[in-house]
């Protein structure tokens, strides 16, 4: 450990679920590194501050991250710890995602007080997201149903369910762990009626390259974790996925073989694509490149140029 470094200062979001990721990444960090003081720095974003209108229509969930790094930028933190789910495309110049910690459960969460699972939510039934990607998803499987907008963190989204806005609600399961929720779950969502997002459920350290702290995270990398979220990630690189695209993408290793599967669509449900394939773990990004290319060939492109001019 370099002895310069006098304390590792954590930038993150002031939510209930962004401090439990938070200091997950400080337990680890004093873990194996116990002379090194660890300290959080929490700030609110402008995601978290504007609730009133859909992610995608202000922005997308850069919103939850520009700040955090504008935090490093100033020097008034050494990294910033994110929701992968949550990180776009393109970093800025200069910075990069230093360790992803292993992956919580990656699955959506079907969440209802009064209906056991998904398949019992009778034609009518409101339901809950602020996700394009699950609303494409769940309008194709239940057109039936009524999908509205759902913003706010964990412990609000489940106080409108409560207060009976909602016939059910759609969440991620990490989150729901994390905060010691796993009893609100009812169903966890199967891939074929729900493919996760995008690096769900993985925390991402992210630093700056010149940053005496980024040769320390290495320790925290969860190899296989972060094999499956940068092969997703080829996907969001191609079709610059991100909340106000309908994209789905989620690798699995089976032994020394890598699996890839990607969905996008309208968010009605309509000019659906599919694409999955797999192959030795060796080959993980021609495997991003490959099914990239195939939803661009089945037209992806028209689909992402109707939803910015939407």
Same mark, same amino acid.
């Given at each position: 450990?370099?002895?310069?470094?006098?304390?590792?200062?954590?930038?993150?979001?002031?939510?209930?679920?962004?401090?439990?990721?938070?200091?997950?990444?400080?337990?680890?960090?004093?873990?194996?590194?116990?002379?090194?003081?660890?300290?959080?720095?929490?700030?609110?974003?402008?995601?978290?501050?504007?609730?009133?209108?859909?992610?995608?229509?202000? =922005?997308?969930?850069?919103?939850?991250?520009?700040?955090?790094?504008?935090?490093?930028? @100033?020097?008034?933190?050494?990294?910033?710890?994110?929701?992968?789910?949550?990180?776009?495309?393109?970093?800025?110049?200069?910075?990069?995602?230093?360790?992803?910690?292993?992956?919580?459960?990656?699955?959506?969460?079907?969440?209802?007080?009064?209906?056991?699972?998904?398949?019992?939510?009778?034609? =009518?039934?409101?339901?809950?997201?602020?996700?394009?990607?699950?609303?494409?998803?769940?309008?194709?499987?239940?057109?039936?149903?009524?999908?509205?907008?759902?913003?706010?963190?964990?412990?609000? @989204?489940?106080?409108?369910?409560? @207060?009976?806005?909602?016939?059910?609600?759609?969440?991620?399961?990490?989150?729901?762990?994390?905060?010691?929720?796993?009893?609100?779950?009812?169903?966890?969502?199967?891939?074929?009626?729900?493919?996760?997002?995008?690096?769900?459920?993985?925390?991402?350290?992210?630093?700056?390259?010149?940053?005496?702290?980024?040769?320390?995270?290495?320790?925290?990398?969860?190899?296989?974790?972060?094999?499956?979220?940068?092969?997703?990630?080829?996907?969001?690189?191609?079709?610059?996925?991100?909340?106000?695209?309908?994209?789905?993408?989620?690798?699995?290793?089976?032994?020394?073989?890598?699996?890839?599967?990607?969905?996008?669509?309208?968010?009605?449900?309509?000019?659906?694509?599919?694409?999955?394939?797999?192959?030795?773990?060796?080959?993980?990004?021609?495997? =991003?490149?490959?099914?990239?290319?195939?939803?661009?060939?089945?037209?992806?492109?028209?689909?992402?140029? @109707?939803?910015?001019?939407?």
């Amino acid at each position: 450990m370099n002895p310069t470094i006098p304390e590792i200062r954590i930038a993150t979001r002031e939510s209930k679920l962004a401090l439990w990721q938070a200091e997950h990444v400080a337990t680890r960090l004093r873990e194996h590194y116990p002379q090194l003081a660890v300290r959080l720095v929490p700030m609110t974003t402008r995601g978290d501050r504007l609730l009133d209108a859909p992610l995608a229509k202000i =922005g997308g969930k850069g919103l939850f991250i520009k700040e955090l790094e504008q935090a490093l930028a @100033r020097g008034e933190a050494d990294i910033a710890v994110h929701s992968m789910k949550d990180v776009g495309v393109h970093l800025p110049e200069g910075y990069a995602i230093a360790a992803i910690l292993p992956r919580e459960n990656p699955y959506d969460a079907f969440v209802s007080n009064r209906f056991a699972c998904f398949a019992d939510l009778p034609a =009518g039934a409101v339901v809950g997201t602020c996700s394009l990607r699950r609303r494409m998803q769940i309008a194709r499987a239940r057109p039936d149903v009524v999908l509205r907008d759902l913003r706010g963190n964990v412990q609000t @989204r489940l106080a409108k369910l409560d @207060r009976g806005d909602f016939d059910a609600i759609i969440l991620a399961c990490a989150g729901l762990i994390r905060l010691d929720l796993r009893q609100r779950i009812r169903e966890t969502l199967p891939v074929a009626l729900s493919l996760p997002a995008i690096g769900q459920g993985a925390i991402g350290i992210e630093c700056r390259l010149n940053s005496s702290v980024y040769p320390l995270l290495a320790a925290l990398n969860d190899a296989d974790t972060a094999l499956c979220v940068q092969t997703e990630r080829i996907i969001n690189r191609h079709l610059e996925g991100s909340c106000q695209v309908p994209l789905a993408a989620f690798a699995t290793l089976h032994g020394e073989r890598i699996h890839l599967e990607a969905r996008i669509g309208m968010p009605d449900g309509s000019d659906y694509l599919a694409a999955s394939d797999d192959t030795p773990r060796t080959d993980a990004t021609a495997l =991003g490149e490959r099914i990239a290319a195939r939803l661009i060939a089945g037209g992806a492109r028209d689909i992402l140029h @109707r939803l910015s001019h939407a």
